[in-house]
């Protein structure tokens, strides 16, 4: 049997084994689906337009994004050709791209770790980074993002990853 109530314990603990009243029935409710991880891409003409070139300067596409996108996602969400096998996370060279020289001094500094990548890149050029790493601003609208001609994957040459 419960204890009394007391100054300490002003409530009574419930009975046990009586049935609740309609007042203390819990009905089942929901809240509605949210979708984790949606991507909402700009209106045409509103968003950071990338353009995307194979090794030999031929147009593959060109898209736009929204500030804050990274080259490496938005490629494999349009169905470039750029590999990252790491999934971005610096550990390989795979999403190596060659950026125009006007855009890429807007680009801040590649940190070490990216440098240590781009040192096995395929193809390495002045103006080259990973494409995991370049973040889309505003001033970057309009640039043009050239794929290498190979990849050097030390993973498995071949194999490309699916984006999960």
Known sequence: MPPAPSSRNAF???PINRPLGAHFR???HSTP???HGGIDRPEPGTGIKVHF???KGNPLKTIEANEGDDLLSIA???DIDLEGACEGSVACSTCHVVIDPDHYDLLPEPEDDENDMLDMAF????TSRLGCQVRLTKELDGMTATLPAATRNMFV????PTHH
Do not use: I, M, S
Not at 123 to 126: A, E, I, R, V, Y
Not at 157 to 160: C, F, I, T
């Open 123 to 126: 193809g390495l050029t002045d």
């Open 53 to 55: 070139k194979d090794a």
């Open 157 to 160: 040459d071949g194999k490309k």
């Open 26 to 28: 819990r009905g089942f």
């Open 33 to 35: 689906a949210t979708f």
């Open 12 to 14: 009574p603990l419930p």
């Open 76 to 78: 494999h969400e349009y």
